[in-house]
């Protein structure tokens, strides 16, 4: 959590006071491989941020865009060459205008909020001006495999409500995939990641299936710049847009599109950007989802401030890491909570 220390003879926190960032690199291990459309997840590097000044710290973790090359092992270069920069004395704004949206402007962002947090004495909810934080209902995904396998799989989600599942685009299959686990779980709500997988040919012989097996929402059916194609398909079922949307601008170009817009902290650059995403889809009169990659608790829990203004959670990253942080989310009859010592609320150094 953002800390400060006050014990007798230091300084108190002031403006002046200089920001040390610190920069590490982690491998995080998956308790198995992971499928998608056209990748295959068996670890998670991420970059974690650490910014310590006056005695206060604040942490943020990221592991950036796979499919566009934002990767860790670039995200340290990345911020060592702003690093003067961050040390001097930023904002969250002016971050916004340093870096690019990715992974790195998030871990530094987090960071900045759980130490702007610490200093001022108030846990990050406040800082955001929302109300206290509130459990979730999540979802639980399911990645891609032979439709026995995965509906084993959401069988032995036994806690949860909703489920989501990964498409390949390959059609029969992934129509086998589906009424598998509509079977196996009939009383979950559904919902489909195609992960770019499909064309619209295919995307229209794939939905009537999707609406017969009660699906609620269908995540990026076709391929980052192809948004197009969705022209001619009829919209049965909300769709969802991730890879083609990664921030506040391709919102305002590409949302028409799309019913729903997936924010994930790693795509867009951080909470702040995130928080901006998600007033501006209201008003675009869109639905708001909040995404993650996967990553520790630590990457969740700015996620899950976010999560308070969605219409569908999507949190469950730790789930598929072999060890989370010391300090993690607690998953519970379907729904996600994040406790404050988690992060983003200030305690004390002991």
């Given amino acids: 959590m953002g800390r400060c220390s006050t014990a007798p003879g230091r300084k108190?926190?002031?403006?002046?006071?200089?920001?040390?960032?610190?920069?590490?690199?982690?491998?995080?291990?998956?308790?198995?491989?992971?499928?998608?459309?056209?990748?295959?997840?068996?670890?998670?590097?991420?970059?974690?941020?650490?910014?310590?000044?006056?005695?206060?710290t604040g942490r943020g973790e990221a592991a950036g865009v796979y499919y566009l090359a934002d990767r860790p092992a670039d995200m340290l270069p990345a911020l060592e060459a702003v690093r003067g920069t961050i040390e001097a004395g930023i904002s969250r704004d002016e971050l916004r205008e340093l870096l690019p949206r990715g992974g790195a402007r998030n871990a530094v962002d987090c960071a900045l909020w759980e130490l702007e947090a610490a200093r001022a004495g108030v846990p990050a909810w406040q800082l955001a001006g929302m109300e206290r934080p509130r459990r979730l209902l999540t979802t639980f995904t399911v990645g891609a495999d032979e439709p026995a396998v995965m509906a084993r799989r959401a069988q032995a989600y036994t806690h949860a409500r909703a489920i989501k599942v990964k498409l390949t685009g390959e059609l029969e299959l992934d129509q086998d995939r589906v009424r598998a686990i509509r079977a196996a779980r009939p009383e979950v709500w559904l919902g489909v990641d195609a992960n770019q997988g499909y064309e619209a040919q295919a995307l229209s012989r794939l939905l009537p299936t999707?609406?017969?097996?009660?699906?609620?929402?269908?995540?990026?059916?076709?391929?980052?710049?192809?948004?197009?194609?969705?022209?001619?398909?009829?919209?049965?079922?909300?769709?969802?847009?991730?890879?083609?949307?990664?921030?506040?601008?391709?919102?305002?170009?590409?949302?028409?599109?799309?019913?729903?817009v997936n924010i994930k902290l790693d795509k867009c650059g951080g909470l702040t950007e995130g928080l901006l995403m998600a007033r501006h889809a209201r008003e675009l009169g869109l639905q708001v989802m909040v995404g993650n990659m996967v990553g520790t608790s630590l990457a969740m829990a700015p996620a899950f401030l976010l999560g308070q203004y969605c219409d569908v959670v999507d949190l469950d990253?730790?789930?598929?890491?072999?060890?989370?942080?010391?300090?993690?989310?607690?998953?519970?009859?379907?729904?996600?909570?994040?406790?404050?010592?988690?992060?983003?609320?200030?305690?004390?150094?002991?």
Avoid: K, M
Avoid at 25 to 54: C, K, M, W, Y
Avoid at 216 to 221: H, K, M, R, T, V
Avoid at 329 to 348: F, I
């Fill in 12 to 56: 108190p926190v002031s403006q002046v006071d200089r920001i040390e960032l610190e920069l590490a690199n982690e491998l995080l291990q998956l308790s198995a491989p992971f499928r998608i459309s056209g990748h295959v997840f068996r670890d998670s590097p991420v970059t974690v941020a650490t910014l310590r000044q006056g005695g206060c």
């Fill in 317 to 350: 990253g730790p789930l598929f890491l072999t060890r989370d942080r010391d300090h993690g989310l607690v998953y519970a009859d379907g729904h996600v909570d994040c406790p404050e010592n988690v992060w983003g609320a200030p305690g004390a150094v002991s």
């Fill in 210 to 260: 999707l609406v017969d097996a009660g699906v609620s929402l269908l995540e990026q059916p076709c391929a980052r710049g192809r948004e197009s194609e969705l022209d001619g398909v009829e919209h049965i079922i909300p769709i969802a847009a991730d890879e083609s949307i990664l921030d506040l601008a391709e919102l305002e170009s590409r949302g028409r599109w799309f019913d729903v």
